[in-house]
DNA sequence: ATGGTGGCTGGGCCA
């Protein structure tokens, strides 16, 4: 079994690149982030077509979450269960006002796709609106899961968890993705009961989900390590290979992410 | 130190 997570930048920009890949790489479930589109404008058919049922929770032209799956899907959570997003509402509004999260289970294993807030800049509200995020998916986990059966957290979380997951740790002192705090509500969820699947495949650095577009970062090899599969024991124990399909980032109006996955016995 | 690219859009905002 093959459980893949891609930032894909836009569904809608990006669907011909996504059906091209899940025909390559052939993952049984796919947790997407950054979709931009509203739930009635989600790509229902082309899924279909390629043999996934996709479940898509989104608002619009921001954020969007997705799980595709050809191994079925069960019990879907959006939202946090918290209810329908509400866009434009104020960050400190409840329920939560962004489409980040969204959960099934699918072939056995409880899936959730996450993207995290970027943050922005520290000593901002967004900043701190991403660690309450990180609070809030760590209540979840504790309310509404059990670490020791088979589930995975995947997505983008726009957080670094060590030095060498990015280029160069002193070109990130003073900004986010790297700092204590957003590294701190990271091993929370580890401590949870979670496993930072491909590092413990991988312990070299240097390798990236995301390059930014700009000023031929990719080319340069100047990128972080933001895009995480996180799993329970259980899901472990049974994970043969993780791996970061960086040819997906090449080509013509790519994501500015790479697809990362991992390959279950 | 700055700006660079891309995807919303239909002018900025966001990353």
Redesign the pocket.
Known sequence: MRIATWNV??L???LERVEGWLAQASPDVLLMQET??SDDAAPTMPFRMAGYELVHHGE???NGVAIASRVGVEDVVTNFGLGPVRPGAAADDEPAHEARMVAATCGGIRVVSIYA??G?ALATP?YAAKLDWFARLRRWLEASAEPDRPLVVGGDF?VAPADVDVYDPADFVGTTHTSAPERAAFQALLDWGLVDAYRIHHPEPGRYTWW?????NFHKGLGMRIDHLLATRQVMERCLAAEIDRDARKGK?PS?HAPLYIDLR
């Open positions: 930048n836009s809608k920009a990006r931009k589109l619009g032209r921001w807030p970027n922005r967004f726009n930014d577009y700009r000023a031929g109006l500015d």
